[in-house]
């Protein structure tokens, strides 16, 4: 081992880089390695639904190039997947087959798209979309595809909705109050959003759950409870995120829903942080945890963990608030920038 | 059909089946009527350990290099592979094993070097091999079989052909390398999806079983043979050793005599007493060994004894680089040696015409009763191409001693002073045709003599020789703009194929650029040189040496600037490298 620190982080998205930003700044000769199990560097998410409709390009995702990262000499590892983590002998497993230790541990691999139990049965049916890559292999299925079911309700299915009814699509929506995410709607919120949806030309069934889904040739049958029984040429969920922390369990770092860390960001092991969609933070007042969601939530705390780690004492905050416009409605949230 | 062109990069450690893979799939491409050339290299020292690069570029039309950067590695040892990363081009696909048996040392796995745009595919090579024939000696055919999945290629078209290959093997050593082939095919077919967008046609149309697929070292000891060669004496030395091998096998079987000497000198001596004797000999070495012969190539010019040397150049000077590639050896092979000493210098461009150059080289030596130096390089030696088989020699390149006639014997002048610089001679034990034979100047009749006008005469008819010869060899190759233009770019050797690649590419970009090469050097087309130099505004040498040797030889020849492009780097010259500079001058 070179006698430098080596700082390794694992995510490349708005914490990951921020976090990086943050130890080159302080720390001209560390070793930097940034992991990323996506082989796209930087980009944005929000724009992913741009860029399938062909109206952003890859260099308009892109946040930062990847000659970046040599500039800044940050070593970044793409389409690497860490499998395990042993923080005693501080060593990441990567999945093709090679180890890295380290010295200081950032951990910032984001969230996923959940799957609830009640559509779990048929989730190889069912479409997402949260990845670049993603995007990439769905574009010509997309394009093909005249009927699309989404099962909604979390805010990014309210842009990709958008986003099928500006390419011409059909679009039917199940919306079902376990899928709102990342905040519940009360009865009248949910309604004006059924409204707004329905006054763009898309169906709105509520109050209902999918019972079977099947493939029947290029398409598939959709039997909801509530005796609906229509084909789609495809079926896309939408159903909140959840974070990406399968990883770690049974490392011994602490998880419950996300990474356990302290208002400092810091996990149960000295030298292991975690910032950005895969934490969830202790708040002394409360004396409970909240899940971090959000870009710019990412980007601050990927910057506090660097520097708690580098030895400063800073408390995370949420992002302050703003007025997030959806569907015509105005939701005062930390949670969500909107681009 | 598909336009495919692509170069494959297999790495391994030596004693994978590193280089049996590339030769493996050569063979098959070639066999479906793919146009191959490989160069493989691997470590400087014995074989059986370290790092060894099977390269092989497959296209639907003519190749003239075997190409700088690669589209395809497959790579079967990780921590060599890595450094072949850099040739791999931005889009380029990678092979990989992403199930080792154990975890790689941080920075040792290839997989962690990926950089964008990369296409890499993991394939469990290890655990596959180990499945199809019980351990993981198979892995080189498993990833084959991953590649042809990927690729397009049949998979029954590659078992027969590979069948072919090990047709004389145990049936065992056989069922391995197809099971091991399959089993790699079908995972990588149900398991993978395709991202690339490279395919071979999946039905070629004009299959081709019958070529020839060799290296220049081949190419050079067939023609040998095809000419009828009767000794071989040499010393074993990289890159040239392969010529020896080869000779070592079917020279006997023709009736011929190999030796294996106890060094360069004996063995450039055992050719001279076989020419000597009327028999066509040759040998084979690298600059090392070239100097060694060098006192000898003087008698041969001064005794006029027929005597063909092959050098295959490598890196210089001294014991240098055994592996690593230059075409450093031309002033010597010029030069070498004391006194006005004209000896012929033919230097192929391609493997095919290592084979004519080998024919050529005989019969010159023979008929001009001369030194013929035929130079080729580590880059030719051991590329590999496929060609239809040569037809025979013309059979007017195979007895080609000048003898004298009955009324010449009445008096016979061994060194008779003749208009053409040819003397008729005899093989000794000819009743009549007793002479002397030394290494000091001479009369007619062979005796040493010393006096001005002798020497200026003889000196003049071994000269003269030189006159004739050039009415006999090849046209120089010309090619690319036809008009007055602005580059002619003028190559030699091995690096003639990148320069007339380089001039096909800046033509298609609309560039006024041509090329001149030649395969004799010596004696050397001037008047077709200067007529293609008088087209063009500037002219550019390229050529694998520091010192631009070449370009020293032709620079007073012509009325133009002449540019250099010199380097030694070790590897082959590359289109793109030339490519470039044309680029720079315009
Ligand atoms: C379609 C879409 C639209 C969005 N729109 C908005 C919006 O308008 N406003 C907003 O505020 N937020 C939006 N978001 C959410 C926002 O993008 C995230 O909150 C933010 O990206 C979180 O940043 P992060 O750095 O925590 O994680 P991420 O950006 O998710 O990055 C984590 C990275 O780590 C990688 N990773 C995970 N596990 C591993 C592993 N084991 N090994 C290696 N790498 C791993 C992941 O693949 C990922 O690349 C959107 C998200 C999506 C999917």
Redesign the interface.
């Known amino acids: 081992m070179p006698k430098n620190d080596h700082y390794v982080i694992i995510g490349n998205g708005p914490a990951g880089n921020l976090a990086a930003d943050t130890l080159r700044d302080s720390d001209p000769d560390a070793r930097i390695t940034i992991v990323s199990n996506e082989?796209?560097?930087y980009y944005y998410r929000h724009k992913l639904t741009e860029f399938i409709k062909g109206k952003a390009r890859e260099e308009d995702l892109t946040v930062r190039p990847?000659s970046v990262y040599k500039d800044k000499n940050i070593r970044l590892?793409?389409?690497?997947q860490v499998d395990k983590i042993d923080p005693n002998k501080k060593i990441i497993?990567?999945?093709?087959?090679?180890?890295?230790?380290y010295t200081k541990l950032i951990i910032a691999t984001g969230a996923s798209p959940r799957a609830l139990p009640s559509v779990s049965n048929f989730s190889k049916c069912l479409n997402v979309l949260s990845t670049y890559s993603d995007a990439l292999a769905q574009i010509p299925m997309i394009n093909k595809n005249k009927t699309f079911l989404v099962l909604g309700g979390d805010i990014i299915s309210f842009k990709f909705i958008r986003m099928l009814k500006d390419m011409g699509k059909e679009v039917t929506t199940l919306l079902y109050s376990e899928a709102f995410w990342p905040f519940s709607l009360e009865a009248d919120m949910a309604q004006q959003v059924k409204k707004s949806l329905s006054d763009k030309g898309v169906t709105v069934i509520s109050d209902d759950h999918i019972k079977s889904v099947k493939k029947s040739g290029e398409a598939f049958d959709i039997v909801t409870e509530k005796g609906l029984n229509q084909s789609f040429d495809s079926v896309y969920s939408f159903l909140g995120m959840i974070p990406n922390i399968r990883f770690i369990l049974g490392s011994g770092i602490d998880t419950d829903r996300g990474i356990l860390v302290d208002d400092h960001l810091k996990t149960n092991f000295d030298d292991v942080y975690a910032a950005g969609d895969c934490a969830q933070i202790y708040n002394p007042d409360m004396k409970s945890y909240w899940l971090s969601i959000g870009w710019n939530n990412a980007k601050i705390q990927g910057t506090l963990a660097a520097q708690n780690l580098l030895g400063a004492h800073k408390v995370i905050n949420p992002a302050p608030q703003k007025i997030l416009e959806v569907e015509g409605l105005k939701i005062n949230t930390s949670w969500w920038e909107s681009f | 059909m598909s336009d495919i062109d692509i170069v494959v990069e297999i790495c391994g450690s030596a004693g994978e089946g590193t280089i049996s893979a590339g030769e493996i799939l050569s063979r098959f491409m070639s066999e479906e009527g793919y146009d191959i050339m490989s160069f493989d290299s691997y470590p400087a020292e014995i074989r059986g350990f370290g790092k060894c690069v099977a390269h092989s570029r497959i296209s639907r039309t003519r190749v003239l290099t075997p190409g700088k950067y690669s589209d395809v590695l497959i790579a079967l040892n990780d921590s060599h592979s890595i450094s072949q990363l850099p040739v791999l081009k931005e889009q380029g696909v990678l092979i990989?094993d992403?199930?080792?048996p154990?975890?790689?040392?941080?920075?040792?796995?290839i997989?962690?070097w990926?950089?964008?745009g990369m296409i890499?595919y993991?394939i469990p090579l290890n655990e596959l091999a180990i499945k199809a024939a019980g351990n993981a000696r198979g892995r080189n055919m498993v990833a084959l079989g991953a590649f042809a999945a990927l690729f397009g290629i049949s998979q029954d078209a590659f078992i027969q052909s590979v069948k072919r290959r090990y047709g004389k093997k145990k049936q065992v050593v056989i069922d391995n390398n197809v099971d091991s082939f399959v089993e790699g095919f079908n995972w990588t077919r149900d398991n993978v999806r395709k991202i690339d967008f490279h395919l071979f046609d999946s039905s070629p149309s004009d299959v081709k079983r019958d070529q020839l697929i060799i290296n220049g070292n081949e190419a050079v000891a067939r023609g040998a043979l095809a000419a009828g060669l009767h000794l071989y004496a040499g010393y074993p030395i990289t890159p040239a050793t392969k010529i020896m091998e080869i000779l070592s096998k079917e020279l006997p079987k023709k009736g011929g005599v190999f030796l294996q000497t106890e060094d360069e000198i004996s063995s450039i001596g055992h050719v001279m007493g076989a020419g000597f004797a009327g028999k066509r000999a040759m040998t084979g070495t690298s600059g090392p060994g070239f100097c060694l012969m060098s006192e000898f190539t003087g008698l041969s010019v001064m005794a006029e004894v027929p005597a063909v040397i092959v050098n295959s150049q490598r890196g210089g000077p001294s014991t240098g680089l055994p592996t690593k590639h230059e075409q450093s050896d031309l002033n010597i092979a010029l030069f070498g040696g004391s006194g006005d000493s004209p000896r012929v210098v033919i230097a192929p461009t391609s493997v095919d015409q290592c084979y004519q150059a080998a024919v050529l080289a005989l019969y010159i030596a023979e008929k001009y009763q001369t030194l013929v130096i035929l130079l080729i390089d580590f880059f030719l030696s051991n590329s590999i191409k496929n060609l239809d088989p040569p037809p025979p020699p013309d059979p007017r390149y195979l007895n080609a001693n000048i003898a004298p006639g009955k009324d010449e014997l009445k008096d016979y002048k061994r060194y008779q002073i003749t208009e053409n610089g040819i003397s008729p001679r005899t093989i000794p034990g000819t009743p009549g045709g007793m002479f002397f034979s030394t290494g000091l100047e001479h009369d007619e009749r062979g005796k040493p003599v010393y006096d001005t006008k002798t020497h200026t005469l003889m000196t003049e008819k071994r000269f003269r020789k030189h006159r004739e010869i050039l009415k006999e060899i090849p046209e120089p190759r010309i090619t690319g703009w036809e008009g007055q233009g602005d580059i002619g770019v003028v190559s030699w050797g091995s690096s003639a194929g990148a320069a007339e690649e380089a001039v096909i590419l800046a033509c298609e970009k609309g560039l006024k650029v041509g090329s001149f090469s030649s395969m004799v050097l010596s004696p050397f087309p001037a008047n077709a040189l200067v007529r293609f130099c008088d087209r063009f505004k500037t002219i550019l040498v390229p050529e694998m040496n520091y010192s631009g040797q070449f370009a020293n030889m032709i620079a007073p020849i012509v009325t133009r600037p002449v540019m250099r492009l010199n380097m030694v780097t070790g590897l082959p010259m590359a289109s793109e490298d030339i490519l470039k500079k044309i680029k720079e001058i315009k």
């Not at chain 1, 590892?77 to 690497?80: A, D, H, P, T, V």
């Open positions: 082989s796209m560097t990847y590892r793409l389409g690497q497993y990567l999945k093709h087959m090679e180890t890295v230790s | 990989y992403n199930k080792p154990k975890y790689h040392d941080e920075d040792k796995s997989a962690g990926l950089e964008p890499p993991g």
